[in-house]
């Protein structure tokens, strides 16, 4: 997955302590071993404007599909890297007469392409692409109610039908999802606002069935906030529409389906009280609660999950940060009944920021998560981590460009024979990053 979107756009995460002396001693270059978490290979696309990479997805054979833009020209950047690090193909795009086309999220279609969406001049962008790097369809969906909407997540269900959803940044919050066919035929498209102010989408998910689940954050007309989930099944009807929180703050921002039920994660702010607490929720697939879980961290402020993720057997662990004297990531595994197996934190010891934009769980059921710690002297840097299946701390390695006022941010991360993470870095010039991590 892609980072959070809608009404929270840049937020944290982590867990097990470890010293500043660890990040920095790091190797900043490719490794010469195979160490877990030593850096394979580091790739930057710098073309004449800002560059960005957004999303990673792996590819058939090895290798990866990234997703991001440029802003000169204003133009999509889609591309496949093999596993050495060889960039196959590079393809841009720029709609008729756009002066707008941005990519936020990507997925594998299941017949070895890629499916990217975005922006293109305020209605959503969906793109296919071939393995070999063609350009199948390109369509655009623009909501008739609203003059700026953003597609912000990809996902495509056993049958390889495409779900885009995402919303709109004008006006009244309307959470928007769209279906197509394979081949970009539009089946149907449905909207949700929840009245008062509206509702925003953070995160969606796709089960077996063909069922879709949109989260994300509903604001009453007080402007109070609370976590909303939305379910469409097959066809486009609305089955249940569930609200969690109704206090001064609340939000959801990560979802995971799986067999046992669907999870949702964010924050909670209990009553009278001025700090955010982190929570999962789970449902049935019918839209009944089953549970809700909060973490009583040492945090003193907005303190929250970012990221779920399922795990073989029926965990889920969940992914964010914890606010003490510095800002510290969080990262909690739970049984399908609520149990909480374990729960660590990372801590740099510097009282600086830690902070986590995506997770993942790889084929032995390893945790990745990748985001950015403030380095003492480097500024914000790319940070990726591992955890084990029992919560032993495995490893943690910064990516720090050349230069005390470099700004390196990770966006997302995936696993296929080695840890993917991709971002962005800003020095002399902004560049779009692909980092390889061994496992």
């Known amino acids: 997955m892609s980072g ?3 009404l929270s756009s840049f937020l944290a995460l982590g867990a097990a302590t470890i010293v500043a002396a660890t990040l920095a001693a790091s190797s900043l270059a490719p490794a010469a071993h195979a160490d877990p978490g030593s850096l394979a290979w580091s790739k930057v696309y710098d073309g004449p404007g800002e560059d960005e990479f957004r999303a990673v997805v792996p590819a058939p054979k090895g290798g990866v599909f990234v997703a991001g833009d440029s802003s000169s020209p204003v133009s999509t950047l889609v591309a496949r890297y093999s596993a050495a690090g060889n960039r196959a ?26 499916l990217a969406v975005g922006d293109q001049d305020n209605a959503f962008l969906v793109l296919r692409y071939t393995a070999r790097g063609k350009r199948s369809w390109a369509r655009t969906y623009d909501y008739p109610r609203s003059s700026a909407e953003e597609a912000y997540h990809v996902a495509v269900d056993a049958a390889g039908n495409v779900y885009v959803s995402g919303g709109t940044q004008a006006g009244t919050g309307t959470m928007i999802l769209v279906k197509y066919s394979p081949k970009g035929v539009r089946r149907w498209a449905r909207h949700y606002s929840g ?11 796709v089960d077996r069935a063909g069922d879709a689940y949109l989260t994300g954050q509903h604001l009453d007309a007080a402007g109070r906030s609370e976590g909303v989930t939305v379910k469409f099944d097959a066809a486009g009807h609305r ?9 001064e703050s609340d939000s959801a921002l990560g979802i995971v389906a799986t067999r046992g039920g669907l999870y949702v994660a964010g924050y909670t702010q209990p009553t009278a009280s001025p700090y955010t607490l982190p929570v999962v929720i789970k449902y049935s697939a019918t839209g009944a609660l089953k549970w809700s879980r909060t973490h009583a961290a040492a945090g003193t402020g907005q303190d929250s999950y970012y990221e779920i993720v399922a795990l073989p057997g029926g965990d889920v662990v969940a992914a964010g940060s914890s606010t003490g004297l510095s800002v510290d990531a969080l990262v909690v595994r739970l049984s399908p ?15 600086r920021l830690d902070t986590v934009h995506d997770v993942v769980a ?13 380095g003492a002297t480097t500024g914000l840097d790319a940070l990726t981590l591992s955890y084990g299946r029992a919560g032993d701390f495995r490893w943690a390695t910064p990516y720090v460009n050349q230069g005390a006022n470099d700004q390196q941010r990770a966006m997302a991360i995936t696993v296929n024979g080695g840890v993917y993470v991709v971002g962005s870095q800003a020095g002399a010039t902004f560049g779009a990053v692909l980092l390889k991590y061994v496992p």
């Open 4 to 6: 959070r979107h809608g």
């Open 89 to 114: 193909w590079l393809r841009a795009y720029t709609g008729p007469g756009s002066s707008r086309d941005l990519l936020f999220d990507a997925a594998a279609d299941g017949r070895g392409g890629l």
């Open 195 to 205: 009245g008062g102010m509206g509702s925003w989408v953070n995160d969606m998910a």
């Open 239 to 247: 089955r249940w529409v569930r609200f969690y929180g109704r206090s």
């Open 337 to 351: 009944r609520g149990g909480t197996r374990w729960a660590k934190t990372l801590d740099d010891a510097l009282g």
């Open 362 to 374: 790889g084929p032995s059921g390893t945790i990745y998560a990748t985001g950015a710690t403030d």
